[in-house]
């Protein structure tokens, strides 16, 4: 059983069963303590069991890892931008920080909806 799906772009991506051992995970949520120990299970790119899991699921996937010397975190999603930071990248990097917000949002200040 091939677990590879090719994406659009051409990268392979795994589609079967991973189960993620003894990873220690870093905040899921807020109610969450911040660091624990557990297993993942993922079957077809989705999280579909997380917390102990019997010895025998280990059976039921195309692979596992052993993840009990590594931080698992959940996938970031930069959902806060400042689109014209991005061209100005590297412009004024030597200058303070009162200095670059001056520059980069003078334009902005007293302006009303």
Request: charged share 25%.
């Amino acid at each position: 059983m091939n677990a590879d799906e090719q994406r659009d772009d051409g990268m392979l991506v795994d589609r079967g069963r991973i189960l993620i051992r003894d990873a220690q995970l870093f905040g899921v949520d807020s109610s969450a303590e911040p660091l624990r120990r557990l297993d993942v299970l993922i079957d077809n790119g989705e999280i579909v069991k997380m917390g102990a899991m019997d010895t025998q699921v280990d059976d039921t996937c195309d692979r596992t890892i052993d993840a009990s010397n590594r931080l698992l975190t959940p996938g970031i999603v930069n959902a806060h931008s400042h689109s014209p930071s991005s061209v100005m990248s590297g412009v004024v990097d030597d200058v303070s920080h009162p200095v670059f917000m001056w520059l980069s949002q003078a334009n902005t200040s007293n302006l009303t909806p």
